[in-house]
C-alpha cells in the first residue's frame, strides 16, 4: 500500500494548527501542548508513509487518538479559563543560591556516578576490558542488560536523571554553563554507552531542555553569548554522539516484515533508519492491535502500568502485584512491545482513562506553567519537567511504568525542596528581618 497524500496533507495541516494554539494560549512555541501535537503528528506522518507495509490502524484506534488529543487539550484549557489572569508588572526570579543549587547539582551527580562506576564493573567482570567490549561485544551487554544479568548498584544512575533536571534550572538562573551543569549530562552519555542503552539520552535532554526553558534568567545575570551556543552545542554533541555510538554498534534490525523498497535503499546509507523509523511509526498500529485483540483488557489489572514500580515493590513483600518487566509483543508486522500509552492507559482504567488522564496530565502541566510565570519556585519546576517527560513518550508508552520516573522525579523534588530551604535559612541567617517576609521560593 502506498502513501495517501491527501491523508498526510490533512495530517500535516491538522498538526500545524494545534501546534499554534498551544503557541498562542502559551505564547511560546515551546509548551506541552505543542510537543506533544508535533510528536504524535510526526509519528502518524510516519505510518502515513508506508515505508513499512503495517496493518491499517483501526477506526476505534482513530477515535481513541483523536479523543485523547482533544482532552489534553481540554485539561489546558479549563485552567486557563478558570485561572487568574497574569498580570506581569515586573520581571520574576527563582528565589534560591546558585552555590546551594550547584551543591544540589553535585551531590545527585556524586550518587549517580557510583552507579555508572557499578555498571563498569559488571561489564568488566562479564567482558573484560570495558572499552574493548563497548566496540566488540555491544549486542551482549544489550542484551545481558535487558536480562538484568547485569549486576550493578540499582537505580543509582538514575539520579544523574534528577542532576539534569537541577542542571537546566542552573544554566537558566546563572545563564552559563559550569562543570557541574556538564557533569550529570557526561556522566549519562558514559553510563549509556555502557548500557547499550539510548532512552535516557531522551529523558535527560527532556528534564534538562524543560527547566532551562522555564527558569526565568536572573536580571543581573550577563554571559557572553558565545558561552550558552557552545554549551548547547557541547551538551547536543555529547547526547548526540552517544546515541549514534549506540545505533552503530549495538546491532539493531533492519530487515524487519514488511520493509518497501524505498526503507531497504535508504538503509543502504543509514543503516539504522528501519530501526529509528519503526521507533517513531509502529507504536500505534500496535496500540490497534492490541483492541484487535478479544481479550484485550484482560492483560493486567487496575493500575498495572501505572503504578507499576510501587506495585513491584508491593509484590515483593508477598502481595499479589507482580508486573512483567516488558510488555507483551504485538505484530505490526513489526514486533512492538510499546503501544503508545493510550495502550496502557486502556489496559489500567478502560476508555475513561484514555480520557481522564490525558485531561490531568494537560492541566497539571499548564497550572505549573502559570505558577512558573508568576512565583516560579523550584519544585514546580521539576515536576513540570517530569510531566514533560510522561508527554513526550505519550507516543511510546506510559512512562510512569518506569521506576526511572518515579525514582527520578523523587530525587529531584526532594532535592528541590532541600535547595529551597537552605536558601530560604541563608537568607534569614544573614538578613534577619527578611524572616518576616515571604521569600519567592
Known sequence: MEAN??????????????????????????????????LWGFCLFNYELRLIQYYPISTAAWMYIAAAWVTLYLGAA??????????????????????RLKKGVLILSVIGA???????????????????????????????????????????????LAACTLAGAHVAKSGKFTFATLLPIVLVGVQLAFLMGRGALGIAAILFLVTALHTPRDPGAKAPRWQLIAGVVLVA??????????????????????????????????????????????????FSMYLST???????????????????????????????????????????NTSTYLKNLYSDFGPAGILFFPFILGAA????????????????LVI??????????SFSYNFM????????????????????????????????HLARLKPNV
Not at 384 to 393: D, E, H, P, R, T
Not at 405 to 420: D, H, K, M, P, T
Open 5 to 38: 497524500w491527501s491523508i498526510l496533507a490533512l495530517l500535516v495541516l491538522l498538526t500545524g494548527i494545534a501546534v499554534y494554539v498551544g503557541r498562542v494560549w502559551f505564547k511560546r512555541w515551546f509548551n506541552p501542548l505543542s510537543v506533544y501535537s508535533a
Open 78 to 99: 479549563t485552567v486557563l479559563l478558570a485561572g487568574p489572569r497574569i498580570k506581569q508588572r515586573r520581571p520574576v526570579r527563582l528565589g534560591v543560591d546558585l552555590n
Open 114 to 160: 557510583a552507579g555508572v562506576i557499578g555498571q563498569v564493573i559488571a561489564v568488566t567482570r562479564s567482558f573484560g576490558s570495558p572499552m574493548a567490549a563497548i566496540f566488540l561485544n555491544p549486542g551482549d551487554i544489550y542484551n545481558a542488560r535487558i536480562s538484568n544479568e547485569l549486576s550493578g548498584l540499582p537505580y543509582a544512575g538514575t539520579f544523574l
Open 237 to 286: 554533541t555529547i547526547l548526540g554522539g552517544v546515541f549514534a555510538l549506540v545505533s552503530a554498534i549495538r546491532g539493531l534490525g533492519v530487515n524487519y516484515p514488511g520493509n518497501t523498497p524505498a526503507l531497504d535503499r535508504i538503509s543502504e546509507y543509514v543503516p539504522v533508519a528501519p530501526s529509528l523509523y519503526s521507533n517513531f511509526s509502529a507504536t500505534p498500529v500496535a
Open 294 to 336: 478479544p481479550e484485550a483488557n484482560k492483560h493486567g489489572f487496575w493500575g498495572m502500568y501505572t503504578f507499576a514500580p510501587v506495585l513491584r515493590l508491593l509484590s515483593k513483600f508477598g502481595f499479589p502485584t507482580g508486573v512483567p518487566p516488558y510488555e507483551e509483543d504485538y505484530w505490526t508486522p513489526v514486533p512492538m
Open 365 to 380: 502541566a499548564t497550572l505549573l506553567i502559570l505558577r512558573v510565570k508568576t512565583k516560579p519556585r523550584l519544585l514546580d
Open 384 to 393: 513540570l519537567a517530569n510531566i514533560y517527560v510522561l508527554i513526550v513518550f
Open 401 to 432: 511504568l518506569s521506576g526511572d520516573w518515579y525514582i527520578a522525579a523523587l530525587a529531584s523534588a526532594l532535592a528541590a525542596v532541600a535547595v529551597e530551604y537552605r536558601s530560604v535559612v541563608g537568607i534569614e541567617r544573614h538578613v534577619p
